[in-house]
C-alpha cells in the first residue's frame, strides 16, 4: 500500500472563498450589528484581547454593540489592516489570521499606545453557509529586553 507524505489539497470554489472573505469584511469594517450577527454560529465564542469571552451569537452582538457606542472605543480608527491570511485545513473548515493596528483608543480615561492587534478566527460550513464559530483576539506586546 503507497501512502503519501502530502497532503491532499481540499477543492475550494470561488465562492467559498468570496463568502469567507465577506465575513471577515463584515465583521472588520461593518457597524451593522445585524449583519454582524449573520455571520456568526449560535454557539460562536470570542475570547477578547483583555481575556473576556463571550459565547452565543446574541451575547457577542450585545457587547459589540456596547462596545463600539463606547466612547474610547468610538474616539480610536483603525490606521493599518492587513489582507486576511485564509487557510482551509477541510473543505468545511477554513482559519483565517488578521493582523489590524488601532490609535487613539481611550480605556479608563487613558489614551493607549497604538495596538498590534492579531485575530484568529475559525470558520465552519455547516449545511452549505460558512458561520464564524470561533475568534480569538490579541495585542502583540512589546519584548523585555531580559
Known amino acids: 500500500m503507497a501512502t503519501s507524505t502530502t497532503q491532499e489539497q481540499p477543492q475550494i470554489t470561488v465562492e467559498d472563498n468570496l463568502a469567507i472573505k465577506n465575513i471577515i469584511d463584515t465583521h472588520s469594517k461593518s457597524g451593522n450589528f445585524e449583519e454582524r450577527e449573520k455571520i456568526w454560529s449560535e454557539d460562536g465564542r470570542w475570547l477578547q484581547a483583555f481575556g473576556r469571552v463571550f459565547r452565543g451569537k446574541d451575547t457577542i452582538k450585545n457587547f459589540e454593540q456596547k462596545l ?6 468610538a474616539a ?4 493599518v489592516r492587513r489582507d486576511p491570511e485564509i487557510k482551509f485545513l477541510r473543505p468545511d473548515v477554513v482559519v483565517v489570521h488578521q493582523y489590524h493596528e488601532r490609535e ?3 480605556i479608563n480615561g487613558v489614551v493607549t499606545p497604538t495596538r498590534r492587534i492579531n485575530t484568529t478566527y475559525i470558520i465552519t460550513k455547516e449545511n452549505g453557509t460558512w458561520l464564524l464559530r470561533d475568534k480569538v483576539t490579541m495585542d502583540e506586546r ?3 529586553t531580559n
Do not use: C, E, T
Not at 463600539?68 to 472605543?73: E, V
Open 76 to 79: 480610536s480608527n483603525v490606521n
Open 68 to 73: 463600539h457606542s463606547n466612547a474610547g472605543f
Open 142 to 144: 512589546q519584548r523585555s
Open 104 to 106: 487613539g483608543q481611550v
